[in-house]
């Protein structure tokens, strides 16, 4: 059907044909209404004459109208007149890449640009679910303002992704075939998985991308032949020749790239237009050796002769600039940077660490399913590796020769080899914190806030004391220890009361003297040779001279990079790692709102969210079911408690001052909510109405820090948590009547942390540290008598169904379980059901991480946000670069 100039569709005035093909005729036009000059492609009638094709057609092209990308071709509009159907698009000046490629392959820099540009394209359409299934040269024109991607989703959209047998119809093939073995078009970008007749993913746009790579690098498609059948068996079959025995120039490094593309099997292909992109600006920022020429294959002996001495030469070269590069940077060496990006699956990344070689990055990773280990990735390599034997692994750590990884998951201190191989028990740690291996043979591990930090021999043993809390400084814990490179001190933090008086302390593996280097905002600390700590304030990561001889602080702190993560566990637990010679990791953009409140049913099935994503903590839900009280933290104002509305759908902030409010319990009644603040110094136990009106109450002001655990259901008592210098964390209760003054429950050398009564409130329940590892006991209350445990491999968490019946707890491994409870005169507990995993822990230890429902059938957890992208890693080499001039 041809359209003549003057003809409207709709508001579209026909001003003059623009091209035709398979697809339909494209003309140039003016939108009347606001005087712009558009494209419309008038589609053939076989393609929109069923009902249900121009439904489906309506639908996609609605999809990929909400498109906004600077290199994608913008959809503007659909319509349908007269029986005819109509697209209307961005119109653009310039010419095809097909057209483009005719005059041979692109040179590097251009290749790069436009290569990126595609790749970014296609990254964003694939991360709103639409894949374009007709990627070719063709369907890309290139204008001044850059590369610009056209008739996405098409294929899919007019219901034309070709199925085996059917291959000679298709109406997407640019050019027709002819005998004489004119060129084939759409065929030679198809992914072997399509010609076989398999619905097309990312992964086959993914293909179609390599192949054009491929093409602008070497001027020739990846897969030509003289007929349809060869070319099909070309793709299926063969693999096109390398790029470096076309163009000897190209970078090796884009070369392996375009072969990961091109690879048959989707499930070994590429996986990720995210990834392809990182690895296309890493390449183009100087990543790799392009423009060394790859050794070519030469007819006479002596020219091959001369070739491999040259070669020899060149790999000489390679050996001495890589070992200067990395253990003897030059004064003057300037920054490499490039980014990883996460694995797909993953859900939450944390703590990256780098090895003490720079060879290795060991992440904390969550996949879909809800198991978190330990996964590595080499820098040779282009994709990390679960570490199998380290399910529920808390932050990784490096033996000081990078041959091993140090972790602590079910209560435990354990080694695995980076190389693969069972996990090993160093020895129990009743904890889940941070550790750092010596040169000596020491490693050195932190437990809960209150504890200080221990040593232990890497080769087993049993813990000793490494440091003591410091009473005239009011301490509340020493965590985050970090060896200096004698091997014998080491560097750790000693939290106060608040936040601005963490201290710097340096301490000793032969001594028990500790040295305070300075007080103030730090998170955790890296020291960096030559002489250099690191740390985060204020999402930026700081470098501050250091002594490592003199043990002291040289100079003043000074920025290195911007916006770095928090990370999971506390804003100390800052997202960086800095290996011995100049390699630095990091992570930023995870700011508020990068997990969810879900509910899910028994059987672990979702059922629905809550509230908008933020960085929830602790959950508690009143009494009545119809609100949840939630600890969230805000980026740079410390954390608040907040009430979701479940009925209205509103978030409403309840607490206001400048401190950091934390661990909220509904009172019995539902009226007030009791939560732990240090906004006057140690935390203590505050009180305010649940509905937000009136002041904040003092309820409880110690010298020791203490927050709440729950309430009995009479409201005569309050069950709280305090800890002490030697006792570590105790439960405590306070009465609400006669002198009121606190009983101490449950003090032990133990700690013991989140205590649950029951409905009827005469038995409590708890986890404690006793056995070696976390496990759920239950004693009778007010007057202690009788104990029982309840969990059996390990336990957190416990939470009681409203009729006393049943007991939930969490699992080391995530796995939410359940135990049923027959109590009257005498207490008795049934066996262990798992109900379904997933469940995330906090790591501070003593907050609810769920709720239930009063019927004990919907459970509401905190679980990552999927929606939100997961921020690269970022790679710097010779972080220091610039800075000691300085």
């Not at 692994?393 to 079910?410: C, E, H, L």
């Not at 409010?661 to 009180?687: K, Q």
Request: hydrophobic share 40%; with cysteine; charged share 20%.
């Amino acid at each position: 059907m041809s359209l003549n100039p003057g003809v409207r569709l709709g508001p579209y005035e026909i001003l003059a044909p623009l091209g035709a093909g398979g697809m339909g005729e494209v003309y140039r036009a003016r939108d009347t209404r606001l005087d712009r000059t558009v494209a419309i492609k008038v589609l053939p009638e076989h393609l929109s004459a069923a009902p249900e094709v121009r439904a489906r057609f309506e639908r996609e092209a609605k999809a990929v109208s909400s498109l906004n990308h600077p290199h994608i071709c913008v959809l503007y509009d659909v319509g349908n007149q007269d029986g005819v159907d109509y697209l209307v698009m961005e119109c653009l000046e310039g010419e095809t890449l097909a057209v483009r490629l005719e005059r041979g392959p692109m040179p590097v820099d251009e290749l790069m640009r436009v290569g990126i540009q595609i790749a970014d394209a296609l990254d964003k359409a694939h991360r709103q679910g639409i894949i374009h299934r007709d990627l070719k040269p063709s369907n890309v024109m290139l204008t001044k303002s850059g590369a610009k991607l056209m008739d996405f989703g098409l294929a899919r959209t007019t219901g034309l992704a070709p199925a085996a047998g059917t291959l000679s119809q298709s109406p997407t093939m640019s050019r027709p075939l002819t005998a004489e073995g004119a060129i084939v078009g759409t065929y030679q970008y198809m992914s072997p998985e399509v010609l076989e007749g398999r619905e097309a993913d990312a992964r086959s746009d993914i293909f179609a991308f390599g192949a054009m790579l491929y093409e602008m690098a070497t001027g020739r498609r990846a897969f030509e032949a003289r007929s349809q059948a060869s070319v099909i068996a070309a793709i299926l079959e063969r693999d096109p020749a390398p790029i470096s025995s076309i163009q000897p120039m190209t970078s090796p490094t884009l070369d392996r790239l375009i072969k990961q593309c091109l690879v048959k099997d989707p499930d070994a292909r590429r996986q990720s237009m995210h990834d392809v992109l990182l690895e296309l600006q890493w390449i183009a920022e100087g990543g790799s050796q392009a423009g060394v020429p790859a050794p070519v294959a030469a007819r006479r002996k002596g020219r091959a002769r001369l070739a491999w001495v040259f070669a020899g030469v060149a790999a000489a070269a390679a050996v001495v600039f890589g070992v200067g590069y990395f253990s003897h940077r030059p004064a003057k060496a300037e920054q490499i940077r490039f980014l990883i990006s996460a694995p797909e699956g993953i859900t939450f990344i944390d703590s990256p660490r780098i090895s003490p070689d720079g060879r290795y990055v060991a992440f904390n990773m969550t996949d879909s399913t809800g198991v978190t280990r330990i996964w590595v990735r080499a820098m040779n390599a282009l994709a990390a590796q679960p570490m199998m034997g380290t399910e529920g692994a808390a932050r990784p750590f490096w033996s000081p020769d990078s041959k091993f990884i140090g972790f602590m998951a079910d209560n435990k201190l354990k080694k695995v080899a980076v190389t693969g191989g069972p996990a090993v028990t160093v020895c129990e740690s009743g904890s889940r914190g941070d550790g750092a291996w010596g040169r000596s043979g020491v490693i050195l591990f932190d437990g809960s806030a209150a504890d200080s930090i221990a040593r232990v021999s890497a080769s087993g043993g049993v813990p000793s004391p490494a440091t003591t809390l410091d009473r005239g400084r009011r301490e509340t814990g020493n965590a985050w220890p970090e060896f200096l490179p004698d091997g014998k001190h080491f560097l750790f933090l000693a939290f106060g009361s608040k936040a601005e008086s963490v201290a710097v302390k340096v301490g000793s593996i032969d001594s028990k003297e500790m040295k305070i280097l300075a007080i103030g905002n730090y998170s955790r600390i890296d020291f960096a040779p030559p002489g250099y700590i690191l740390f985060v304030r204020d999402r930026a990561l700081m470098a501050q001279p250091f002594d490592g001889k003199a043990l002291k602080l040289t100079g003043e702190p000074f920025p290195v990079v911007d916006d770095v993560s928090a990370g999971g566990g506390g804003a100390s637990n800052a997202d960086f790692s800095v290996s011995d010679n100049g390699v630095l990791v990091c992570r930023g953009g995870v700011g508020s709102g990068n997990s969810r409140l879900v509910w899910i049913d028994r059987t672990g099935k979702v059922l629905g969210t809550l509230g908008a994503p933020a960085d929830y903590a602790t959950i508690s839900i009143s009494p009545d079911g119809e609100r949840v009280a939630a600890e969230i933290g805000q980026l740079g104002a410390g954390v608040d408690i907040w009430v979701l509305d479940r009925t209205r759908g509103v978030t409403t902030r309840l607490t206001f001052d400048p401190g950091d409010d934390i661990w909220p319990v509904w009172s019995h009644d539902g009226t007030r909510i009791t939560f732990a603040s240090n906004r006057d110094g140690d935390f203590g136990i505050y009180g305010k109405q649940s509905n937000g009106v009136g002041a904040d109450d003092s309820l409880l002001r110690t010298s020791d820090n203490a927050g709440p655990s729950d309430w009995s259901s009479d409201g005569r008592y309050l069950v709280y948590l305090s800890s002490a210098p030697v006792t570590r964390w105790d439960i405590w209760a306070l009465p609400t009547f006669g002198d009121k003054k606190p009983i101490a429950f449950l003090k032990t050398q133990f700690s013991e942390f989140e205590a649950r009564l029951s409905p009827d409130g005469r038995w409590l329940a708890y986890s404690s540290s006793e056995s070696g590892r976390r496990e759920i006991y239950v004693q009778a209350f007010p007057d202690a008598g009788g104990k029982w445990q309840i969990s059996t491999q390990g336990g957190r968490d416990p939470m009681w169904r409203r009729d006393g019946k049943e007991l939930f707890y969490i699992s080391p491994d995530g796995r939410m379980l359940s135990v049923d409870i027959a109590a009257g005169a005498t207490f008795q507990a049934g066996v262990p059901k798992a109900l379904f995993d997933g469940v995330r822990s906090n790591d501070n230890q003593l907050g609810r991480s769920y709720a239930v429902t009063a019927d004990g059938q919907q459970f509401l957890v905190i679980r990552p946000d999927r929606a939100r992208a997961i921020p690269a890693t970022t790679v710097v080499v010779n972080w220091s670069a610039g800075f000691q001039e300085k």
